[in-house]
């Protein structure tokens, strides 16, 4: 399984972007797909993930403004993030796991694709 994300940049404080995540498989349907950041100085986190059949979970910090969804056909994922801050700032990367539960830990994901800068000017 290869992953890869695009779509970073740098945006304003309450801008919208949108991340997408091309999977490499012939088993995506099978695979729990997740986002994951890091912030200068921080451990990387958790932000979203949404299993086969569009079950999703979602940080506390994003809920509300971020939307995860995925194409099976096409062998993609999407982060919607809207009304993004400073404190959104990161690299963000998707990563996939072979199961159908939710899963919000990044010991948990056994692909990882390359992340992503997004960059929040105040």
């Known amino acids: 399984v290869q992953l890869q994300a695009s779509g970073g940049g740098l945006v304003q404080t309450g801008d919208s972007l949108g991340l997408s995540c091309a999977v490499s498989t012939r088993w995506i349907s099978t695979l729990v797909l997740g986002w994951f950041r890091r912030a200068p100085g921080k451990e990387r986190e958790f932000v979203s993930a949404i299993t086969g059949s569009g079950a999703t979970s979602y940080a506390d910090s994003v809920k509300g403004r971020f939307t995860v969804s995925r194409d099976n056909a096409k062998n993609t994922m999407t982060l919607q993030m809207n009304s993004l801050n400073p404190e959104d700032t990161a690299v963000y990367y998707c990563?996939?796991?072979?199961?159908?539960?939710?899963?919000?830990?990044?010991?948990?994901?056994?692909?990882w694709g390359k992340g992503t800068q997004v960059t929040v000017s105040s």
């Open positions: 990563a996939a796991a072979q199961t159908n539960r939710l899963r919000d830990f990044s010991s948990g994901y056994r692909y």
